[in-house]
T-cell receptor, first 111, second 115 residues
Framework: SQQGEEDPQALSIQEGENATMNCSYK?????LQWYRQNSGRGLVHLIL?????REKHSGRLRVTLDTSKKSSSLLITASRAADTASYFC???????????FGKGTMLLVSP | DAGVIQSPRHEVTEMGQEVTLRCKPI?????LFWYRQTMMRGLELLIY????????DSGMPEDRFSAKMPNASFSTLKIQPSEPRDSAVYFC?????????????FGPGTRLTVL
């Protein structure tokens, strides 16, 4: 299985701090995506990074990808209480059309 | 666009009953995915369609599960007969495969409880 594995499983920080979540996977990928899920809601796409990219930014989000280590990280800077959610990485294997999701990281941002 | 629409949002049923979950994808999207989410197993892909045709149903857990997509704007996931272990949140997602971007748009989910 090339299922992504997020680390840590849970993260608790204060508003204004940075939050870093990591994801590891097992096989060659076409791209890697991060999604957010608020409690009781569907997943929302945050950012996509292709296998030939090393870093990508979107607002307060920064994603890195290291294909040699088969790992990715998501950094949320200057966190807010509204960032409280579960964050999932998902991989698209080379030659495939489907996403394989990890178990997610639960982020709690306290005011 | 209203996004992906799922109904019902909550379903409580008794073991042995038939359950039908419904999904309307985003207009123009040519891929549709059905997922199941549980605490133990996380988010699992059950089946996906491309241009209304089922492509891969290897994630469907048993013959009790079936899915159809009669047209580009509607899909159903049916469980017959339902069992307590089918209790989960079921998500439908759609995407437009342009340049293999594969970003998926999720519906709000149907929370199924089988008693």
């Amino acid at each position: 299985s090339q299922q992504g594995e997020e680390d840590p499983q849970a993260l608790s920080i204060q508003e204004g701090e940075n939050a870093t979540m990591n994801c590891s996977y097992k096989t060659s990928i076409n791209n890697l995506q991060w999604y957010r899920q608020n409690s009781g809601r569907g997943l929302v796409h945050l950012i996509l990074i292709r296998s030939n990219e090393r870093e990508k930014h979107s607002g307060r989000l920064r994603v890195t990808l290291d294909t040699s280590k088969k790992s990715s990280s998501l950094l949320i800077t200057a966190s807010r209480a509204a960032d409280t959610a579960s964050y999932f990485c998902a991989t698209v294997a080379s030659g495939y059309s489907t996403l394989t999701f990890g178990k997610g990281t639960m982020l709690l941002v306290s005011p | 666009d209203a996004g992906v629409i799922q109904s019902p949002r909550h379903e409580v049923t008794e073991m042995g009953q038939e359950v039908t979950l419904r999904c309307k994808p985003i207009s123009g999207h040519d891929y549709l995915f059905w997922y199941r989410q549980t605490m133990m197993r996380g988010l699992e892909l059950l089946i996906y369609f491309n241009n209304n045709v089922p492509i891969d149903d290897s994630g469907m857990p048993e013959d009790r599960f079936s899915a159809k997509m009669p047209n580009a704007s509607f899909s159903t996931l049916k469980i017959q007969p339902s069992e307590p272990r089918d209790s989960a949140v079921y998500f439908c997602a759609s995407s437009f495969a342009s340049g293999k971007r594969n970003e998926q748009f999720f519906g709000p989910g149907t929370r199924l409880t089988v008693l």
